[in-house]
């Protein structure tokens, strides 16, 4: 299956600034990505959808200006979250799927994890 | 989506087989059955997917009844490293994010 990676794999900052955290493809063009995030024990919550070259889709809920997501290149997605809050700290996890190829299963990163204080 | 339904949790020991049940009586004739898997901090894992007939790969078995309405994974020889939170989700063919629900957190006891 496809490799996905994502950067940092955990990252603390202050309430206020902004966090950036990267999805990385190595071994498949995905034109599709996908960005969860996952709070104490729950589960994943898809927070959007990522087109290679175009604008990312929200899901209800999610604030578009906050979670700002660029997805320029067949193996790079990034989720930038802005004015970051203490209400924000959660496991954020990318995904890319095969179907472009034929292929059905989702492949997912380590995940990063956001603390802000 | 159609909906699924899953225990919360079950226990199996090493070395069994681990059977984890999923309802899914309300799925679609398009909508296939997947299985993820994740296991404490990590990403999720995907294991099989199937949408009539049984399907088995190097990680596990897929068992689907005849209505479609149920689902059985079917881990042959479980390990303590296959203690996870183990999910079902039924969806159609097609770039999707998926809906996860609460899933089965199984534990492997030694």
């Known amino acids: 299956g496809a490799v996905v990676s994502q950067h940092p794999s955990r990252v603390i900052c202050k309430s206020g600034t902004s966090v950036k955290i990267e999805c990385r493809s190595l071994?498949?063009?995905?034109?599709?990505m996908f960005w969860y995030r996952q709070f104490p024990k729950q589960s994943l919550m898809l927070m959007a959808t990522s087109n290679e070259g175009s604008k990312a889709t929200y899901e209800q809920g999610v604030e578009k200006d906050k979670f700002l997501i660029n997805h320029a290149s067949l193996t790079l997605s990034t989720l930038t979250v802005t004015s970051a809050h203490p209400e924000d700290s959660s496991f954020y996890i990318c995904?890319?799927?095969?179907?472009?190829?034929?292929?059905?299963?989702?492949?997912f990163g380590p995940g990063t994890r956001l603390t802000v204080t | 989506d159609a909906k699924t339904t899953q225990p919360p949790s079950m226990d199996c020991a090493e070395g069994r087989a681990a059977n984890l049940p999923c309802n899914h009586s309300t799925i679609s004739g398009n909508e296939y059955v997947y299985w993820y898997r994740q296991i404490h901090s990590q990403g999720p894992q995907y294991i099989i997917h199937?949408?009539?007939n049984n399907e088995t790969n190097e990680m596990a078995s897929l068992i689907i009844t005849e209505d479609r309405k149920s689902s059985t994974l079917i881990l042959p020889h479980a390990t303590l490293r296959d203690t996870a939170v183990y999910y079902c989700?039924?969806?159609?063919?097609?770039?999707?994010?998926?809906?996860f629900g609460k899933g089965t957190h199984l534990i492997i006891q030694p």
């Open positions: 989700i039924a969806l159609g063919g097609g770039a999707d994010g998926l809906t």
């Open positions: 995904s890319t799927t095969g179907w472009a190829s034929g292929s059905h299963e989702q492949y």
């Open positions: 199937g949408l009539k």
């Open positions: 071994d498949f063009q995905a034109t599709t």
